[in-house]
């Protein structure tokens, strides 16, 4: 059975940082590509792929880090300065074929951790 459990999600004032963790169990997890998505399809934040090469969003470049720990089996994402608009559940997601922000080649992905920045 494959799991994809995010966590670090919360409340925050705008300016502030959160690490979010996704802990991936039932794949092997060193053959996929890796990634964070606001909506499923469509809305990709961050990718990390297979031999660590990172793509963000442009809305988030420069504020956010994608990170992944193959021996844990853990992708994190660590996001700085975080706005208003960064208000939204955050997925992790898990790709073995096409590895793009659009989404179009996800295979599994997690319930979502909530994120809720106040201005």
């Known amino acids: 059975q494959v799991q994809l459990v995010e966590s670090g999600g919360g409340s925050v004032q705008a300016g502030g940082s959160l690490t979010l963790s996704c802990v991936v169990s039932?794949?092997?997890?060193?053959?996929?590509?890796m990634g964070w998505f606001r909506q499923i399809p469509g809305e990709g934040v961050a990718l990390i792929r297979q031999d660590g090469p990172t793509t963000y969003a442009e809305s988030v470049e420069g504020r956010f880090t994608i990170s992944r720990d193959n021996a844990k089996n853990t992708v994190y994402l660590q996001m700085n300065n975080l706005k208003s608009e960064d208000t939204h559940t955050y997925y992790c997601?898990?790709?073995?074929?096409?590895?793009?922000?659009?989404?179009?080649?996800?295979?599994?992905w997690g319930q979502g951790t909530q994120v809720n920045v106040s201005s």
């Open positions: 039932g794949i092997r997890f060193g053959t996929y590509c």
């Open positions: 997601v898990a790709a073995n074929s096409r590895c793009s922000l659009g989404g179009d080649g996800l295979s599994y």
